[in-house]
T-cell receptor, first 114, second 111 residues
Framework: SAVISQKPSRDICQRGTSLTIQCQVDSQVTMMFWYRQQPGQSLTLIATANQGSEATYESGFVIDKFPISRPNLTFSTLTVSNMSPEDSSIYLC???????????FGPGTRLLVL | LAKTTQPISMDSYEGQEVNITCSHNNIATNDYITWYQQFPSQGPRFIIQGYKTKVTNEVASLFIPADRKSSTLSLPRVSLSDTAVYYCLVAPNQAGTALIFGKGTTLSVSS
């Protein structure tokens, strides 16, 4: 199994600022993903973080708003740029080792934008 | 990806068996059925996965009929700590495929 940690666990930010969320996996994984979960809602996939290349974004999410980095097989960052109150949500990092392996989730980063 | 339909909410009492059924009429041949559990303020946690017939582990059982158009997650003798959201997901078991979550079932267990 993979253990995923995220920093920060929560933050309160002012509109117009940016926040970078870090995700660390305790073992090398093939795939890493970022999700958003708004209060009382299900998880929505933001993007797949690709090592050494640009992330693959889902419909409705763009690189300028959610730049993602993945410099190696165990680490990724998600930046929420130019934040507005609508960005208040929980952001979850997820990872998968390979075919046939379980997809694991981090504890999430709870973001409140004022 | 196959669309899933499951009850929005269920209520139960401690010690009862809980069965949550998920409908996935357009499941593909290479799709697997996976269930996750999510507690408040935590990320989803894998419970069980199956392809057909019955799968059992230390947490739950998963029943899948021959046509695979539905599945039932069975939680034996639930406790208050089983109160959570349960998600049914259907997807091919490929490394490059991210799980897509539906609405989930909120299970409330009372004493």
């Amino acid at each position: 199994s993979a253990v995923i940690s995220q920093k920060p666990s929560r933050d309160i930010c002012q509109r117009g600022t940016s926040l970078t969320i870090q995700c660390q996996v305790d073992s090398q994984v093939t795939m890493m993903f970022w999700y958003r979960q708004q209060p009382g809602q299900s998880l929505t996939l933001i993007a797949t973080a690709n090592q050494g290349s640009e992330a693959t974004y889902e419909s409705g999410f763009v690189i300028d708003k959610f730049p993602i980095s993945r410099p190696n097989l165990t680490f990724s960052t998600l930046t929420v740029s130019n934040m507005s109150p609508e960005d208040s949500s929980i952001y979850l990092c997820s990872a998968r080792g390979g075919r046939g392996e379980t997809q694991y989730f981090g504890p999430g980063t709870r973001l409140l934008v004022l | 990806l196959a669309k899933t339909t499951q009850p929005i909410s269920m209520d139960s009492y401690e010690g009862q068996e809980v069965n949550i059924t998920c409908s996935h009429n357009n499941i593909a041949t290479n799709d697997y059925i996976t269930w996750y559990q999510q507690f408040p303020s935590q990320g989803p946690r894998f419970i069980i996965q199956g392809y057909k017939t019955k799968v059992t582990n230390e947490v739950a059982s998963l029943f899948i009929p021959a046509d695979r158009k539905s599945s039932t997650l069975s939680l034996p003798r639930v406790s208050l700590s089983d109160t959570a959201v349960y998600y049914c997901l259907v997807a091919p078991n490929q490394a490059g495929t991210a799980l897509i979550f539906g609405k989930g079932t909120t299970l409330s267990v009372s004493s």
